[in-house]
């Protein structure tokens, strides 16, 4: 079974950085092509945030220059390194891939910048 697990999320200041991670597990990492971030602020839908796959990296404009999506296939893991970070960022951010034709996700860490 996989499963996604963020962490690294928290309270952090306008203008500040936070990296988050995601570890997966139960599935070959290296053979998933794409992972992808995604945030859901209060009462909004959920928003895709960025995009890593063999070909590259793709990012929504509203985070282009700011974020950096990676991966590292011998940790299981990809990340966001989040920095100049603005109050409209605060939300839940996800990890998901999509394996065959399911769609994963993890749980979400809370990402809340405030002064």
């Known amino acids: 079974q996989v499963q996604l697990v963020e962490s690294g999320g928290g309270l952090v200041q306008p203008g500040g950085s936070l990296r988050l991670s995601c570890v997966a597990s139960g599935t070959i990492f290296s053979s998933i092509n794409g992972m992808a971030w995604y945030r859901q602020a209060p009462g909004k839908q959920r928003e895709w945030v960025a995009t890593v796959t063999s070909s590259g990296r793709l990012y929504a404009d509203s985070v282009k220059g700011r974020f950096t999506i990676s991966r590292d296939n011998a940790k299981n893991s990809v990340y966001l390194q989040m920095n100049s970070l603005k109050p409209e960022d605060t939300a839940v951010y996800y990890c998901?891939?999509?394996?065959?034709?399911?769609?994963?996700w993890g749980q979400g860490t809370q990402v809340t910048v405030s002064s």
């Open positions: 998901k891939t999509v394996i065959g034709i399911k769609n994963y």
